[in-house]
């Protein structure tokens, strides 16, 4: 039976996109390991709790200061160091085995991860895992394959963001060509990668398991505020949510919006002082749950929002997670007028409000027909739902079939 290794840098419980693939490889029949690593408290327990009914194995690399500080402190050095390198020498220069570690910390161990695993196949996701998967893999001789959820040369804006877009085209420029296949986040980030690098990328979204029944809507009479919500695993500035703010002053509504995720530092403060001065506005904060929670979660408010501004690039491309939790939920999407997200805007049809960032006067017009009109709102969620059936969920023959058909490419049916 072959085995795959399913490999990224950062916890299960916030990459759901490795955590989706481990799961319908080892239904497909398929020997899976899943290597990830460790260095958040409330995602190490989450990660705990998702693993425990998974059949497959699970190598955690744990790099938590409260757990393993010694190997926490060497591979924090490590990556430093590497980083001191990469800034005095620049990209371009940089040694191969010095930019990999730049980009992840704990790329050593994630090296030995793999040489443990004695795979036929290591598919990686998360931009930091790239090339230290790719170089560990060309060291032994087996395939791998890349999954980009995001645009990494354009994640980042200002002077900040053109060092890294230098950064992420070198790793990305070592590590694309000798994959044995390539995932994309949408069908702008796949389209954006092949332009760039004239290498193939087969889009898979960020769509979910539908539930085995349609989540209940909440009963919303008249006159009650809309109920809104958003989640992330960071909850800061440059996200869209002023955007709700300033609707929710200019056109007077009754909202309820709530927040999921941790906020960065000092945001929490200064989004509630501002949200304190608009008559109207209830504003809530709640911390991070499991993933295996989100669906129901969402399912408890009325409409979802997906803000992604137009800037960075990797914004206006992304197709987020968030987004497609809410279509599994059946509920109204609010969207923003973005590349990646139009096209699901029109499939949606009228599920969902399309607006242009920034642009609150508009947001507010169209939060106002939903919230005037329950029989609406209704509709729209009917209409999400049925999308949701026909086409934006994870067992669609362009989703997890697709993932199907490259594994078997590379190493043969279980």
Partial sequence: MPKVCVATST???????????????TDFGYEVEVVSVSRT????????????????????IVLRRDRAPLRAARAALRQRFAELVTQRLGPVSTPRLLLGRAAMRGEAELARALRASRCDLVYAGTGSALLPVARTARCLGIPYALDLEDFHPGE????????????????????????????GGSQAIARAYEERYGLPVTPLHNVFPLPAERPPRPVRELGAPLRLYWFSQTVGPDRGLEDVLEAARL???????????????????????????????????EAPASPEDM??????HDVG???????PKNKDLCLSNKVLTYVAAGMPLVLTDTRGQRPIAADLGRGSLLYPSGDAKALAEGLRRWSEDPASLSAAAEAVWQAARRRWRW????EREALRRLVEGVVGAP
Avoid at 266 to 284: I, K
């Fill in 11 to 25: 916890q299960l419980s916030t990459c759901p996109r490795m955590l989706k693939a481990a799961d319908a490889l």
């Fill in 41 to 60: 408290p409330w995602a190490s327990e989450a990660d705990r709790h998702l693993v425990r009914t998974r059949p497959w194995r699970w190598r955690e």
């Fill in 156 to 183: 980042r804006a200002g002077a900040e963001g053109l060092w890294h877009s230098q950064f992420m085209a070198r790793v990305l420029r070592e590590a694309l060509p000798g994959a044995a296949f390539r995932t």
């Fill in 251 to 285: 056109g007077a509504l009754q909202l309820q919006l709530t927040l999921r995720g941790v906020p960065a530092r000092g945001y929490r403060e200064s989004l509630s002082r501002q949200a304190a001065m608009v008559a109207g506005l209830d504003l809530r904060w």
């Fill in 295 to 300: 669906i129901r979660l969402c399912a408890e």
């Fill in 305 to 311: 929002l997906g803000l992604e501004r137009r800037e």
């Fill in 395 to 398: 067992d669609h023959e362009l």
